[in-house]
């Protein structure tokens, strides 16, 4: 089926880990600027003001962290390399991990700054806006990276880094492609605006890449057309660059997936939005664990936006995560109405 039982893990997660005080603000307006180059809209608080909250949650989060309760909830042995602070939120990190079955043992310690925090505020659209102070994780270098103990990995997710440890991304990608070890990829801001040109040599080491759409366009300098042939030239250009699998995701319109012999392209499931937060790290280890199961990209696809669905209907990053055996459930049931 998929689990090889002489590797020790079946998926490393490496990047952020964080403690997040997600907090449902209604009253919080939202603008929008249009220019030449297109539209951005901004969340708008009365500056000065004092303003209600309608719900508020403390939680963990982080992409290493998010991918990581997915990965273990759907069945696979996973291992997260992340750097916290010697701190409560730090230990409650762990314990969140602990408690779906993910091995913490790789993940190291900061003492000089705390773990990170995140104050993320929803709109009444569902969607947020993100207070981030990395903490720890910014400092994630190469001496922090148990290399010995993932050599044996048959998956590595990597997502976004900040600070110093953006740095990894090609040694993590040159590791995961001597090590046979298949590389699963999403990109922080920094990286993907200076494009292909900064990063082609680790595409080719990356086995499958997720990002949206607008990141997308970004990274690889593909402007917006009518139809798909727009994202169909993204996916050439990534493909050209050594990428097996492309995923661009595009939020309540759905995803595409190209293998760069076939195109593949899924709806999202319609779903009542509560807050939008770890939608993205929900697909794509939804996405990679399916891939692991045995599925082929279109079910992957489904089951990958099944597990986002779930996540963007709870309050909070991870709550929503679906088992493996509630994935395929979701996408069965929503397949036969």
């Given at each position: 089926?998929?689990?090889?039982?002489?590797?020790?893990?079946?998926?490393?997660?490496?990047?952020?880990?964080?403690?997040?005080?997600?907090?449902?603000?209604?009253?919080?307006?939202?603008?929008?600027?249009?220019?030449?180059?297109?539209?951005?809209?901004?969340?708008?608080?009365?500056?000065?003001?004092?303003?209600?909250?309608?719900?508020?949650?403390?939680?963990?989060?982080?992409?290493?962290?998010?991918?990581?309760?997915?990965?273990?909830?759907?069945?696979?042995?996973?291992?997260?390399?992340?750097?916290i602070g010697r701190d409560e939120p730090g230990d409650r990190v762990k314990r969140r991990l602990e408690e779906v079955g993910a091995y913490t043992g790789l993940m190291a310690y900061s003492d000089t700054s705390g773990t990170g925090y995140s104050?993320?505020?929803?709109?009444?659209?569902?969607?947020?806006?993100?207070?981030?102070?990395?903490?720890?994780?910014?400092?994630?270098?190469?001496?922090?990276?148990?290399?010995?103990?993932?050599?044996?990995?048959?998956?590595?997710?990597?997502?976004?880094?900040?600070?110093?440890?953006?740095?990894?991304?090609?040694?993590?990608?040159?590791?995961?492609?001597?090590?046979?070890?298949?590389?699963?990829?999403?990109?922080?801001?920094?990286?993907?605006?200076?494009?292909?040109?900064?990063?082609?040599?680790?595409?080719?080491?990356?086995?499958v890449i997720f990002q949206n759409d607008e990141e997308m366009r970004r990274l690889t300098g593909v402007e917006a057309e009518r139809g798909d042939r727009d994202e169909r030239e993204i996916c050439r250009r990534l493909h050209d660059h050594g990428?097996?699998?492309?995923?661009?995701?595009?939020?309540?319109?759905?995803?595409?997936?190209?293998?760069?012999?076939?195109?593949?392209?899924?709806?999202?499931?319609?779903?009542?939005?509560?807050?939008?937060?770890?939608?993205?790290?929900?697909?794509?280890?939804?996405?990679?664990?399916?891939?692991?199961?045995?599925?082929?990209?279109?079910?992957?696809?489904?089951?990958?936006?099944?597990?986002?669905?779930?996540?963007?209907?709870?309050?909070?990053?991870?709550?929503?995560?679906?088992?493996?055996?509630?994935?395929?459930?979701?996408?069965?049931?929503?397949?036969?109405?």
């Open positions: 089926m998929h689990a090889d039982s002489s590797r020790q893990y079946d998926i490393i997660t490496v990047g952020s880990a964080t403690e997040d005080v997600m907090v449902h603000c209604s009253s919080a307006g939202v603008i929008t600027m249009a220019d030449q180059n297109g539209e951005t809209a901004f969340m708008v608080l009365e500056y000065g003001g004092k303003i209600h909250v309608d719900d508020m949650l403390i939680s963990v989060g982080g992409g290493s962290v998010n991918t990581a309760i997915t990965f273990a909830k759907q069945g696979m042995r996973v291992g997260v390399v992340s750097k104050t993320i505020i929803t709109a009444f659209t569902g969607e947020r806006t993100v207070l981030v102070h990395r903490g720890a994780s910014r400092e994630l270098g190469r001496s922090d990276i148990p290399w010995d103990e993932m050599a044996g990995a048959e998956w590595m997710y990597v997502g976004a880094l900040a600070g110093q440890s953006w740095r990894l991304y090609p040694d993590l990608a040159h590791f995961a492609d001597e090590h046979d070890i298949k590389l699963g990829l999403n990109l922080g801001t920094s990286q993907i605006d200076q494009g292909l040109d900064e990063y082609g040599e680790l595409l080719e080491c990356t086995y990428v097996d699998i492309v995923v661009i995701t595009d939020g309540r319109r759905g995803a595409t997936a190209s293998d760069g012999r076939a195109h593949y392209t899924v709806p999202a499931y319609e779903v009542e939005v509560v807050s939008t937060v770890g939608a993205g790290d929900a697909f794509a280890a939804g996405f990679i664990s399916a891939l692991w199961h045995g599925r082929d990209l279109p079910a992957a696809l489904r089951l990958g936006a099944a597990n986002a669905a779930s996540v963007v209907g709870h309050q909070g990053a991870n709550r929503g995560i679906l088992t493996w055996e509630e994935a395929l459930q979701f996408v069965d049931e929503r397949s036969t109405r």
